[in-house]
């Protein structure tokens, strides 16, 4: 059943209706196949980008879709509960346009902006390192100022989209401390970055995650997004909006989860009626319900939080807590719902709850999340 949605426009609710009707017909027949066999979408992205599904929080002027965030999350939503890994990478996209529309000039917008939001290209967020996880200022990757830009030496880790992307934010140490780091905009087909064979993951395998290594590319000067030394600050506001990202995915899954748990449960029967009438398993099912409904409340007041323009830092943290932590009780629980035939790879159940795990890991670990939110509090 198609999720009752408050949208603040018609064209929000067309919106809606569209990315709907390219789920069921682009994403839903092929999901299975791609994630068994780990085979990438081939066509997927541009469907979605001539739809101009990639690019809805950005302004109009630079090609993006000029929609609140509050309505581009619930369409990234719909995209999740049919394929998590196509909504993880659309929300990645819209990370990596983030600091360039946030922090750039007037001229590297007008000159970057309209090709990275057009539809045409995808892109990556290049953070993390094998060293540096949730301490992001413990960053090693090296930019190191030359006659003609930056030569970036180092190694990039967990890229979504490494290898495929057309364009990269890259986070690289150009001094020493927290206030060393800056960021680049690095085109995907850079001489002297190269990337590693694609991790082997428990979920999310037909996009694929990857490490990426720097060998004295050159990144010319006006690539750098920002002052030298503001890599931090863009990163964690960046970060802020990509956590909602991930909350409305996680909610996506959860949804189509407790959807799968709802229809099976109406058809199985046992002691001579639909196990859905067993109070212990309806009380479950209730219970799925009001998890899913809170995940999706908590990252809608964050999202209209940011639409006006008010601090939504701790809201974000706990939307991504929340709406994680929920994806992957709800997807136990479905697979319980299930019973034997949930621990299968003939029903989806499985795989929801497999790519459930990495929303509570990605985009700041819930236990970073719990951090922020313990600081926010001993702040006030």
Known sequence: MPVDRLLPTDEAHDLIALTREI????????????????????????????????????????????????????????????????????????????????????????????????GATIGAYSLSEPDAGSDAAALKCRATPSDDGYRIRGTKAWITHGGLADFYNLFA?????????????????????????????????????????????????????????QGLQIAFSALDSGRLGIAAVATGIAQAALDAAVAYAKERETFGTAIINHQGLGFLLADMAAAVDSARATYLDAARRRDRGLPYSRQASVAKLVATDTAMKVTTDAVQVFGGNGYTRDFRVERFMREAKITQIFEGTNQIQRLVIARGLAAN
Not at 60 to 83: C, F, H, K, M
């Open 23 to 118: 789920a069921d017909k682009t994403l839903d027949p092929i999901v299975d196949d791609c994630e068994k066999n780990e085979t990438y979408p081939e066509g997927v992205f541009a469907t979605l980008g001539e739809a101009g599904l990639l690019s809805l929080p950005y302004p109009e002027e630079w090609g993006g879709g000029g929609q609140p965030y509050e309505v581009y999350l619930q369409v990234l939503e719909e995209i999740a509960a049919r394929w998590a890994a196509v909504g993880v990478a659309v929300s990645v996209h819209s990370l990596a346009c983030f600091p360039m529309a946030t922090f750039g000039t007037p001229e590297q917008q007008e000159r970057w902006l309209p090709e990275m939001l057009g």
């Open 173 to 229: 140490r150009t001094g020493e401390g927290s206030k060393g780091i800056s960021c680049f905009l690095v085109p995907g087909s850079l001489d002297g970055l190269s990337f590693g064979k694609p991790e082997e993951k428990m979920g999310l395998t037909a996009v694929p995650t990857a490490s990426a290594t720097y060998d004295d590319a050159l990144v010319t000067a006006d690539r750098r997004i920002g002052a030298e030394g």
